[in-house]
T-cell receptor, first 116, second 112 residues
Framework: NAGVTQTPKFQVLKTGQSMTLQCAQD?????MSWYRQDPGMGLRLIHY???????DQGEVPNGYNVSRSTTEDFPLRLLSAAPSQTSVYFC???????????????FGAGSRLTVL | SQQGEEDPQALSIQEGENATMNCSYK?????LQWYRQNSGRGLVHLIL?????REKHSGRLRVTLDTSKKSSSLLITASRAADTASYFC????????????FGTGTRLKVLA
């Protein structure tokens, strides 16, 4: 099983450029989410989804868009990158609440983004 | 704002010793989890404790939860060099919220 796959692993952008971080899971998880990790800040929730067509905001959603057209994929879009978005981004997924194994998040390996 | 905060921020111990790290959170929770992150990697789930549980064990891990104090502790017994990592607590504030909030982490270094 691949688990949660994130691409790219590393990316350098210039201020104002746009890009999409990809996340795919092959575990039939209904719940998917994006976090950013900054030194001394821990992980902060950006956006999450509880199923195809359903998304919601987390703690720090500004500057990011998401969509969930399939159960497997949950891309994170930066429309106009800013230096403050320099971070390591993690995608995580789990079964829906109430299902066996729910709440336990499986994380991807991370995507390191630098915005110059 | 962070729901959970770990204490201490960093901990250095000798191999074979026990490591204890603490997590405090702000609001009522449904459950609390602990995750480990090795340098440069994603987080890996260690253990989940529900709000109606007080203690849980998994191998060399022991987790306690005190909902009256809004705190949890993770004890790693007989630590090994391979336990060197950052440890995070994560809480969800209730069924249906789907917002898992992580603390700032404890960096554990186990010296061989």
């Amino acid at each position: 099983n691949a688990g949660v796959t994130q691409t790219p692993k590393f990316q350098v952008l210039k201020t104002g450029q746009s890009m999409t971080l990809q996340c795919a899971q092959d575990m039939n998880h209904e719940y998917m989410s994006w976090y950013r990790q900054d030194p001394g800040m821990g992980l902060r929730l950006i956006h999450y989804s509880v199923g195809a067509g359903i998304t919601d905001q987390g703690e720090v959603p500004n500057g990011y868009n998401v969509s969930r057209s399939t159960t497997e994929d949950f891309p994170l879009r930066l429309l106009s990158a800013a230096p403050s978005q320099t971070s390591v981004y993690f995608c995580a997924s789990s079964f829906r609440q109430g299902a066996p194994g729910a709440n336990v998040l499986t994380f991807g390996a991370g995507s390191r983004l630098t915005v110059l | 704002s962070q729901q959970g905060e770990e204490d201490p921020q960093a901990l250095s111990i000798q191999e074979g010793e026990n490591a204890t790290m603490n997590c405090s959170y702000k609001t009522s929770i449904n459950n609390l989890q602990w995750y480990r992150q090795n340098s440069g990697r994603g987080l890996v789930h260690l253990i989940l404790i529900r709000s109606n549980e007080r203690e849980k064990h998994s191998g060399r891990l022991r987790v306690t939860l005190d909902t009256s104090k809004k705190s949890s502790s993770l004890l790693i017994t007989a630590s090994r060099a391979a336990d060197t990592a950052s440890y995070f607590c994560a809480t969800d504030v209730g069924p249906g919220t789907y917002k898992y909030i992580f603390g700032t982490g404890t960096r554990l270094k186990v010296l061989a």
